[in-house]
């Protein structure tokens, strides 16, 4: 509603007798009282009207700049928008589709969305102090795996995925914030803007999702896929990974008494004397063959049967026990988290991480790749 300008009163003055030529100054009202205008007045028209312009177009365009930073880039509103404690948003965006999680523990199923399931995957395999590149490696690698795996989902009864390391850890937001403490709405800041920025994006080879295996700690060297599992996956190739060798988990030494390694083992063995050993090694320098008192295993059977970090392990004997040294930490296939970290370290993009560790992949879009799972 528009609103009268106030002119403000000047004092009445007594009207002199000879003032036939002023009576054109004179403003007169409804009760035809004269009211006079000095020359002066004049002077407080211009700043007056200028002042009120201003504060109508602050009152007009101030609600519009308020708005504009929430609405989308299509103008479009009500999007979700997930706030950090701090009041700095940290948007991840509509998900395609949910996640069905297992959880191992209650035996109950969670239906996440999907940038959300990605974020608490990241936060729970990864430590929130890497470099944000190496983040956001990850958050690919986690949205990879649960793409690819719905997509070869066989049986629709059954939850999509289970929250453990036989396919990727998950925790929700009740355990994350027990496990970080003080420190979850920093920490999990980070980790959504790494998420936010990778939103949708999958590793891909020959246009579909691969299997974007990773693990903690290389010894120096990933593993080729058939050196450890049963089939040669192209992109799943041996690299470099010196990044490692400087990090908590690169080194380990368990030690075993020569009857515990015969009871894991499930063999008999003679007496540590008499004990022979050999070793046979992959191109990465991990262990392909164990024979221990005439039995040959597997490095992956040592490793899992007695618990080992990794395959690569040497074997000392000593007072009626065996010294197991391993270097890196995990299978080995397929990307170094701590290598990543490194790579990161040294300023490389998190395009740069995934295309080393993962040879010869693209990096595409869920719309792209998958539209049907979408479209579900």
């Known amino acids: 509603m528009k609103k009268k300008p106030i002119i403000p009163k000047t004092l009445k003055k007594k009207r002199p007798k000879s003032l036939a030529k002023r009576d054109k100054l004179?403003?007169?009202?409804?009760?035809?009282?004269?009211?006079?205008?000095?020359?002066?007045?004049?002077?407080?028209?211009?700043?007056?009207?200028?002042?009120?312009?201003?504060?109508?177009?602050?009152?007009?365009?101030?609600?519009?700049?308020?708005?504009l930073p929430f609405m989308s880039s299509g103008g479009a509103e009500g999007k979700a928008v997930e706030r950090s404690a701090a009041g700095v948003e940290v948007a991840l965006g509509e998900s395609p589709f949910s996640v069905e999680v297992a959880r191992a523990s209650t035996d109950e199923v969670e239906?996440?969305?999907?940038?959300?399931?990605?974020?608490?995957?990241?936060?729970?395999?990864?430590?929130?102090?890497?470099?944000?590149?190496?983040?956001?490696?990850q958050a690919l690698a986690a949205r990879t795996y649960i793409v690819n795996r719905l997509l070869h989902q066989d049986n629709s009864d059954k939850p999509d995925v289970t929250d453990t390391t036989s396919d990727q850890v998950y925790h929700n937001e009740e355990e994350l914030r027990k496990t970080m403490g003080s420190d979850y709405n920093k920490e999990m800041k980070k980790i959504k803007k790494a998420v936010a920025a990778t939103k949708g994006e999958i590793l891909t080879y020959k246009d579909q999702p691969i299997t974007p295996a990773y693990f903690s700690t290389s010894n120096g060297y990933t593993e080729n896929s058939e050196d450890y599992w049963k089939n040669e996956v192209p992109y799943l190739r041996s690299v470099k990974s010196p990044w490692?060798?400087?990090?908590?988990?690169?080194?380990?030494?368990?030690?075993?008494?020569?009857?515990?390694?015969?009871?894991?083992?499930?063999?008999?063995?003679p007496d540590i004397k008499k004990l022979t050993m050999e070793i046979a090694r992959t191109d990465s320098n991990r262990v392909s063959q164990l024979n221990i008192g005439g039995k040959t295993y597997t490095g992956r059977d040592v490793r899992e049967a007695l618990g080992l970090r990794s395959t690569d392990f040497t074997i000392e004997k000593k007072n009626n026990h065996l010294i197991f040294t391993t270097k890196g930490y995990g299978h080995g296939i397929g990307m170094s988290q701590y290598g990543a970290n490194g790579m990161a370290k040294e300023g490389k993009t998190y395009k740069e991480i995934v295309q080393h560790y993962y040879q010869g992949i693209d990096i595409s879009t869920v719309n792209d790749a998958v539209p049907t799972l979408v479209a579900k």
């Open 111 to 137: 239906d996440v969305p999907l940038e959300t399931y990605v974020s608490r995957v990241v936060a729970s395999e990864t430590p929130a102090e890497f470099d944000m590149e190496a983040l956001k490696a």
């Open 244 to 269: 490692d060798k400087d990090t908590p988990k690169f080194l380990d030494q368990q030690i075993f008494t020569l009857r515990e390694v015969e009871k894991q083992l499930k063999t008999d063995l």
């Open 26 to 67: 004179q403003l007169l009202q409804k009760n035809k009282k004269p009211l006079w205008l000095s020359k002066a007045s004049g002077r407080w028209k211009i700043p007056v009207l200028l002042f009120l312009t201003s504060l109508l177009m602050v009152i007009l365009i101030l609600p519009t700049a308020v708005v």
